[in-house]
């Protein structure tokens, strides 16, 4: 006699309330985030168990969204999981903002621009930005760094600039990379921290230095 494994009858128990669930909150984020080609993750959908988090639950959800992949209602982008009939197309109007949103960026690079300034000057509400703002990171066209954003082709020009440095002197202070890329003290911090995050530099006390690994 073949006995379901526990997981399995966990879910047989809860498989229509559960199911729907699933759907719903996926569908509710990409009405939300209609300009994120992402969806929600394994975690994010795992709290629809509450606090019952175990490795049964896990095991349960895994299958359930094996068997809606199979099935063709779901679909995995990266690590998170999103209705396969879900899409992104930017309307004419996203497409001109969207620019105006590049455009500024871009004009600012040297004093950059935070979220309320970028609404202030576009007169857009809260969630229609972000949604553009998604839509430009996800698309790495821009990167938000400290709360601040900048034209992701600048930081890839900043980052050559400290690499070719680095590579013809021992570290940088960060007066020193104030002064090779001409930014304020604030900013070019902000700019050192994020390439310490992605393991481009190592910091020793106030100075860095290429990580051993950088090309």
Do not use: M
């Not at 399995?8 to 128990?13: E, H, N, P, V, W």
């Not at 034209?151 to 570290?171: A, M, S």
């Not at 890329?181 to 070019?188: E, M, P, S, V």
Request: hydrophobic share 35%.
């Amino acid at each position: 006699v073949y006995l379901a494994p526990e997981p399995i009858l966990f879910y047989k128990q809860f498989e229509g309330k559960i199911k729907n669930k699933i759907i719903n909150i996926i569908t509710k984020h990409h009405k939300l985030k209609h300009l994120s080609k992402f969806g929600k993750t394994f975690n994010e959908l795992l709290g629809l168990f509450n606090n019952k988090k175990d490795d049964t639950t896990k095991t349960a959800l895994k299958y359930i969204l094996e068997n809606y992949a199979q099935s063709g209602k779901l679909v995995k982008v990266k690590n998170t999981w999103c209705l396969t009939s879900h899409s992104v197309k930017l309307s004419d109007l996203q497409k001109s903002q969207t620019e105006k949103i590049v455009s500024l960026v871009s004009n600012a690079k040297y004093s950059n621009l935070n979220f309320n300034e970028i609404q202030t000057d576009l007169i857009l509400s809260q969630q229609e930005l972000e949604n553009l703002l998604y839509y430009l990171i996800e698309n790495n066209i821009i990167l938000r760094i400290k709360g601040s954003f900048f034209q992701k082709d600048f930081i890839e020009d900043v980052k050559t600039k400290l690499i070719n440095y680095l590579q013809n002197n021992n570290g940088i202070k960060i007066s020193d990379f104030k002064n090779l890329i001409n930014l304020n003290r604030k900013t070019a911090l902000s700019i050192l921290e994020y390439f310490d995050e992605e393991n481009l530099t190592l910091r020793k006390d106030d100075v860095r230095f290429l990580k051993k690994n950088t090309k």
